[in-house]
């Protein structure tokens, strides 16, 4: 099973940035980022692929969140910017092994302990 290790989170004011990482000990076919808030649906974020490079984004972070991976060290990262309040949340980085679809949560095989990211208004 592939292990995942998140870090980067912490409290940030409205506006501002952060970047989370996520270490992998292996690549698969994509990993994905989610986020959860305590008593809420884990919600997808984006996800990209390690061939190719393609990337998928939930609407609520378009324009706002960049994922991108750096092969040689096997992580991948999420860039965001424009943080707001419901942002705030749990972050997770998953590892899927093989298939298309990527927003699907039920569908990776490894998960990360997660991070947190706290956004004051």
């Known amino acids: 099973q592939v292990q995942l290790v998140e870090s980067g989170g912490g409290l940030v004011q409205t506006g501002g940035s952060l970047r989370l990482s996520c270490a992998t000990s292996?690549?698969?076919?994509?990993v994905g980022w989610f986020r959860q808030v305590l008593g809420k649906e884990r919600e997808f974020v984006a996800a990209i692929t390690w061939t190719g490079g393609s990337t998928v984004y939930a609407d609520s972070v378009k324009g706002r969140f960049a994922i991108s991976r750096d092969n040689a060290k096997n992580t991948v990262y999420l860039q965001m910017n424009s943080l707001k309040p419901e942002d705030t949340a749990v972050y997770y980085c998953?590892?899927?092994?093989?298939?298309?679809?990527?927003?699907?949560?039920?569908?990776?095989?490894?998960w990360g302990q997660g991070t947190q990211v706290t956004v004051s208004s």
């Open positions: 292996a690549r698969t076919y994509a």
């Open positions: 998953a590892a899927k092994r093989r298939g298309f679809v990527l927003t699907v949560g039920a569908q990776y095989d490894s």
